[in-house]
């Protein structure tokens, strides 16, 4: 009983308050990379801190869904953040369909573009209709991705697949291994980090993301901030528990739930470092190549489950 | 020079004034566009300037000055007009397009009409600015506040479906000069860019006129902030020209090695941020350190970081020690070996290579027509600097003669005469340092009695390229119009025409390779 309420109370917070630290480790490797002391790894929650006690600064052409935006965005994230596996792959929740994420984020990712036209900035306009190009490409591949997940164990429920541990299933491996290929591919896409976005860079006609959330300020910004830290989480826990269930708490001990969360910080650990890495030594791709690389993503997945039979 | 060498250069019976390096001589209105044909065309000179002086006091009328060169020779070839009735005069443009703007500024400025001109929107002067007032004329008090007008600002447009325009700036997000750029777009692919620029105009060549001599020299700093060396070289140059002044043999060579101090210090940020802007970021940070260690030498051996305060009229202020000297060798050694450690991970990296190499070609014709120098000019191939063509200070002693080019005229092409140039400046400043000749740092030019009623002209090479300065003198020997031009002025139209084929996203990458002035621009 005590396990159980342990558990939903990480399923509940986890997301939201480790994600602002994903942020400030990845920034801080990335600042040694390049020489730099860079900043403490909890600069981002000081940030979002600061983003919570500013005023706003709100176009005066800016509707309702600009003012919205932000809350469906940030709860978005807030909803899959609980609906995946993280420590714990035993505990029955129904929530955590993969369709069901799949189109929760897509939520966001809708209301995100939609807000960026909203003020009729140029800049929002272009990281909106570059966010729905990247999107409307990256979805097929996240979907086979986890389909070749869901074909090996017959399931869609996350839960079931993390608690599964496909890895084992050594006739299956390569099949794994593709999807997993696939995935990372959608989810730098899906988190606007390297080589298809550039999350540190100033230059406007570059973005994406920021690009789309350029028009707010405060409060508002706190959350899009916030949710998209939320939203690399997610996809970290994802690539961490459906692909490599190692460590995940199977039975309802305190032995058992201590080892899964060591398990999941590990694994996290090991996703900031390789974007680290990455964001450090490739430049970003040029804008018309990045549907060839989602496109990859899409048929490595589809190979992926063709393998499966 | 003889003065029969300069004949040859001359149209057929020409009698010209002979002062220096300069010969010019009046034309008539009528046939001043076949006399610059002829120079141009057969005679293959470079248009360095268009600029006119309002002279109505002495009842000169207005006068406009077309400043050939002759490269390698470094002797200046200027036909001039006379307007005494008249406030039009022919255009240039439509046979020599590098004309273009220098003649909408004549047009702007001093209220003058090219005719023929097929843009007559006046450039630099904004909005706000009455279309009657025309600051360089000499009936115009500096100090006058002139009555704000709000005409409207035509852009080009492009029509059609599907095009839509970004408007983007003046105000950029990163740490940079105002700038307007108009995008019109089809998808994210550029049809027409338009650059409008003029927001940090200061009324220089105005203040130039007024302000006491060695003000002039320190305003002259302020044209452009990281040529801050180059611009008081090409300044101080043109006056000690004017002024008879022998500038001693070690101030030479010292200014040959504060200069590519300079030329060091913004390739090593540009050849950083021409990465950072790709996302390369290890490169990016190099690039920056490499460029704070020789900004810390800098103020290290002058307490400027900028170089300001260095040039005077008759050499430098400041001298090297022995001690700094061999202290400037050794860090020189070391930033060669880290430079070229940064410059072979850049090159061996296939993401970085793949932004760089064919983004933003300037085909060389346009380079020649656009009369452009300097980076945007070599990475087209075009074997220009006035280092090597008009060889001031010590050049021609230390015997520099290479001028690095590269032949695609694209972001990788500008990136890689910079990383060249970057170890020809290393080279130069060793060389320097080990022929520094023994003697006084600058001559006693304390009573300037500048040349009367007459003109000088400097070229120096700033690292974005050629500098150059027109200083006119009265009959009293002052100074009565100073006429500077950035490389950026003509530099400009050129990142307009990188633009259109690229995608939008690679535009800022495209204008840092460039990396050119506003404010010299904007003046």
């Known amino acids: ?309 | 020079m003889t003065t029969e060498h300069i004949q040859s250069y001359l149209p057929k019976n020409t009698k010209a004034e002979i002062s220096g390096n300069i010969a010019f001589f009046p034309v008539p209105t009528s046939l001043i566009k076949e006399v610059a044909i002829e120079l141009y065309q057969a005679k293959n000179l470079k248009l360095k300037l268009i600029t006119a002086t309002d002279q109505r006091e002495t009842g000169e009328g207005f006068k406009i000055w077309y400043v050939f060169s002759v490269p390698k020779e470094h002797i200046f070839i200027v036909p001039f007009i006379q307007l005494k009735d008249s406030q039009e005069f022919p255009s240039l443009t439509p046979v020599i397009h590098s004309a273009y703007n220098h003649e909408r500024k004549i047009h702007t400025f001093f209220g003058l009409t090219p005719n023929g001109h097929p843009d007559l929107r006046p450039i630099i002067l904004h909005e706000n600015w009455p279309n009657n007032a025309f600051p360089l004329r000499k009936d115009f008090n500096w100090k006058t506040k002139p009555a704000k007008t709000h005409t409207p600002y035509q852009f080009q447009k492009v029509e059609g479906e599907g095009i839509y325009e970004i408007p983007v700036g003046p105000i950029h997000a990163g740490i940079i000069e105002p700038g307007h750029f108009r995008f019109s777009v089809a998808g994210e692919e550029i049809m027409l860019l338009e650059a409008r620029l003029g927001f940090v105009h200061k009324g220089i060549e105005k203040l130039l006129e007024i302000l006491p001599l060695t003000d002039k020299v320190r305003l002259s700093e302020k044209i452009s902030g990281d040529s801050s060396l180059s611009h008081s070289m090409a300044f101080c140059q043109a006056l000690e020209n004017l002024g008879d002044i022998m500038v001693p043999k070690r101030a030479l060579y010292l200014r040959v090695m504060y200069a590519e101090l300079e030329r060091l210090a913004n390739h090593f940020g540009d050849i950083g941020a021409i990465m950072i802007d790709t996302g390369f970021n290890f490169g990016g940070s190099q690039g920056a350190r490499l460029r704070e260690i020789i900004m810390q030498i800098n103020e290290r051996l002058t307490k400027s970081r900028f170089l300001r305060g260095i040039n005077i009229i008759g050499g430098v202020t400041k001298d090297i020690s022995p001690k700094e000297r061999e202290a400037l060798l050794k860090d020189l050694e070391k930033i060669t070996k880290d430079f070229s450690e940064v410059i072979t991970i850049a090159e061996n990296s296939m993401s970085l290579l793949n932004r760089l190499k064919g983004t933003g070609v300037i085909l060389q014709t346009l380079a020649k027509d656009y009369g452009a120098s300097g980076i945007a000019a070599k990475a087209t191939g075009i074997a220009a600097d006035a280092r090597v063509d008009y060889p001031y200070a010590a050049y021609s002693d230390l015997g520099f003669n290479e001028i690095e080019t590269e032949p695609d005229g694209d972001v990788y092409g500008r990136f890689r005469v910079r990383i060249k140039e970057v170890y020809a400046s290393i080279d130069i400043i060793k060389n320097v340092l080990q022929k520094l000749p023994k003697g006084p740092i600058n001559a006693d030019a304390h009573h300037i009695a500048l040349k009367k009623n007459t003109f000088a002209i400097s070229i120096v090479e700033g690292w974005r390229g050629q500098i150059v300065y027109a200083i006119f003198t009265d009959s009293l020997g002052n100074i009565s119009r100073v006429a500077p031009c950035d490389p950026s002025f003509l530099n400009w139209p050129l990142v307009g025409e990188a633009g259109p084929g690229n995608v939008v996203p690679d535009f800022p990458l495209i204008n840092k390779s460039f990396n050119l002035s506003y404010s010299g621009n904007d003046l």
């Open chain 1, 1 to 309: 009983m005590i396990i159980t309420i342990v558990i939903w109370i990480i399923q509940l917070l986890f997301v939201p308050l480790a994600s602002p630290l994903c942020i400030g480790i990845i920034r801080k490797i990335k600042a040694r990379f390049q020489n730099r002391q860079g900043a403490s790894v909890f600069q981002p929650y000081f940030d979002l801190w600061k983003l919570l006690h500013k005023d706003e600064v709100i176009s005066k052409d800016a509707s309702w869904i600009f003012e919205f935006a932000p809350y469906i965005v940030f709860t978005s994230t807030l909803v899959v953040g609980m609906s995946i596996p993280l420590v714990a792959g035993f505990i029955n929740n129904n929530a955590g369909d993969m369709l069901v994420i799949i189109c929760t984020l897509s939520i966001g990712t809708f209301f995100l573009a939609l807000a960026g036209i909203d003020t009729g900035s140029g800049f929002g306009g272009f990281g909106a209709s570059r966010e729905m190009t990247m999107a409307a490409l990256a979805e097929g591949g996240f979907i086979f991705s986890l389909l070749t997940m869901a074909v090996i164990n017959n399931t869609t429920n996350l839960f079931m697949i993390s608690q599964h541990g496909t890895v084992v299933h050594s006739q299956f491996f390569l099949s794994t291994m593709l999807a997993f290929f696939g995935f990372i591919i959608v989810m730098l896409a899906e988190t606007a980090r390297f080589p298809f976005d550039n999350p540190a860079t100033h230059l406007e006609l570059t973005m994406i993301h920021e690009a789309m959330i350029l028009e707010y300020s405060g409060k508002k910004l706190a959350l899009m901030e916030w949710a998209s830290a939320n939203k690399l989480l997610i996809f970290f826990a994802l690539g961490s528990n459906l692909f490599f269930p190692v460590g995940i708490a199977q039975t309802p001990t305190f032995w058992g739930l201590g080892i899964g969360i060591a398990a999941l910080a590990i694994k996290i650990l090991l996703f900031c470092l390789a974007i680290a890495i990455l964001e450090s030594s490739v430049a970003k791709f040029r804008f018309f190549r990045l549907p060839d690389l989602l496109l990859i993503s899409f048929i490595v997945n589809v190979v992926a489950i063709i393998l499966i039979f």
